[in-house]
């Protein structure tokens, strides 16, 4: 956390750049325990987050930002998360409803799967409250999917060591290079760019509200 959080983005975060942060396998995932807990609640603390799974709403956008570690670690707020989401899903008054975790609903890499159990327990919530958009990492690499039931799906792990991706049918774009996202909301269109290390805008795609 330190290493390589507090010390490269120091100045950002001394200047109050905001962050959104969505707890991965690393934090609570391959260490379950109350300790493990406790200390990812002193981290989020520090960030000025209220918990490991949240809504935060900037302009016009509703961010659902989750923890995907807790049903994976057999922990039982998984069960309490997915009834807040219902909840704040049904609920919500924002023009978009973007959401963001770690652990990914498709991707294509080639040397692991993904877990169903994430997709199984998220896509159908999703899918009946119109979620926009879904963000999310775990593989090292990018990948678009076509729209799956009237939503994109973004996998954006590329931000360090890069790992091999394969092509499947609910592929729109993968690319094994190092990108970060860029995303524009005006009106009722959303326009999201990825960028590789060289500044080249790789994909661009734009999207209407559900």
């Known amino acids: ?23 991965g396998n690393h934090e609570i995932q391959e260490n379950p325990s109350p300790e493990a807990l406790e200390e990812v609640a002193d981290k989020l603390a520090r960030l000025g987050l209220p918990n490991s799974y949240y809504k935060a709403t900037h ?6 930002i989750l923890d995907s570690s807790l049903p994976l670690a057999g922990l039982a707020d998984g069960e309490e998360q997915l009834a807040w989401l219902e909840r704040e899903l049904a609920a919500f008054d924002a023009a978009w409803q973007v959401v963001a975790l770690h652990h990914q609903l498709y991707s294509s890499a080639v040397k692991r799967e993904p877990d169903p159990r994430v997709r ?19 593989d090292h690499f990018y990948e678009r999917t076509k729209p799956q039931s ?14 091999e991706v394969g092509f499947s049918d609910f592929t ?5 290079r190092l990108q970060f996202m860029l995303v ?18 790789f994909d661009e795609f ?3 509200q559900r």
């Open 206 to 208: 734009r999207i209407g």
């Open 1 to 23: 956390y330190e290493d390589v959080f507090v010390e490269p983005l120091g100045p950002l975060i001394d200047a109050g750049v905001q962050f959104e942060l969505a707890i």
């Open 172 to 176: 729109a774009v993968a690319e094994e």
């Open 59 to 64: 302009g016009p956008v509703d961010f659902f």
């Open 184 to 201: 524009d909301v005006a009106g009722d269109t959303m326009t999201v760019q990825a960028i590789d290390q060289t500044g080249e805008v």
């Open 120 to 138: 199984e327990a998220l896509e159908p919530i999703f899918i009946e409250h119109g979620v926009d958009i879904v963000f999310y990492g775990h």
């Open 150 to 163: 009237g939503i994109t799906y973004v996998l954006s792990g590329a931000g360090c060591k890069i790992s």
